[in-house]
C-alpha cells in the first residue's frame, strides 16, 4: 500500500517523525548506558535519568505507532496533534530537569584539569551534591566540577541538546 500523499505536510510530518525517533533513540541509548554503568556499581539510578528513559521510550513507541498509521491512512490528526502536545510538555520538563545543572559546566575545561576517567554514576552523584551546593551558595565555579570526566559531561550535553532539539522538531508542521 503506498504512503498517503498529503502533500508539503505530509511530507513535513515524515520527516518530523524521522527526526524525532533518531533523536528520540540516540536518548535512550546514551541514558541505558548511564543506568548500566549505575546498576552494575548496584546503585538505584537519580530519579532524573529514570523519568528521561521512560519519557522517551514512550515518545518513541508513540512515533512509530503514528508512523504506521499515517502510512496506512487512519491517522487521527486532531487526536494526534493533542498528543504531540502532551508529549511536548513532557519533553520540555526533562530538558529542564537534566539541563539545569548541566549548563554551568564547561566540558572542555574538565578535560585539562583532571586525569580521572570517572564512572556516569560518579558524575550524577557530583551533579546533585553540587546543584545543592550551588542553592545555597548561589555560584558555580568550575572547581566545584573538578571530580567529573569530560566524556561523561559531553555525554551528559548531548542528552541535553537532544531534548531541546526535540522541541523544535515537534514545533514543524504537524498533521
Known amino acids: ?23 528520540l533513540i540516540a536518548i535512550i541509548g546514551m541514558t ?19 523519568g528521561t528513559i521512560s519519557v522517551t521510550c514512550i515518545a518513541t513507541i508513540y512515533c512509530f505507532i503514528t508512523y ?9 490528526f486532531l487526536v494526534n496533534t493533542g498528543i504531540d502536545g502532551l508529549l511536548l510538555i513532557a519533553v520540555i520538563v526533562v530538558a529542564v530537569t537534566v539541563g539545569k545543572p548541566l549548563s554551568y559546566l564547561n566540558c572542555l575545561a574538565i578535560g585539562s584539569t583532571t586525569a580521572i576517567d570517572e564512572t ?8 546533585g551534591s553540587n546543584l545543592n551546593k550551588a542553592a ?36 514543524l508542521p504537524s498533521e
Not at 40 to 45: C, D, G, I, R, W
Not at 68 to 76: Q, R, S
Request: glycine letters at 6%; charged letters at 10%; a neutral charge.
Open 32 to 50: 541505558a548506558n548511564f543506568i548500566s554503568d549505575m546498576v552494575a556499581k548496584n546503585v538505584t539510578p537519580p530519579n532524573v535519568l529514570v
Open 68 to 76: 504506521i498509521l499515517y502510512h496506512d491512512n487512519i491517522l487521527p
Open 136 to 171: 545555597i551558595s548561589d555560584s558555580l565555579g568550575h572547581n566545584v566540577w573538578m571530580g567529573t570526566a569530560k566524556s561523561t559531561c559531553l555525554e551528559m550535553k548531548s542528552i541535553w541538546g537532544l531534548s531541546v532539539a526535540l522541541w523544535y522538531v515537534s514545533m
Open 1 to 23: 500500500m503506498p504512503a498517503p500523499k498529503l502533500g508539503a505536510l505530509g511530507m513535513a510530518f515524515v520527516v518530523t517523525r524521522g527526526l524525532q525517533i533518531a533523536c
Open 120 to 127: 556516569p554514576y560518579e558524575f550524577a552523584t557530583a551533579l
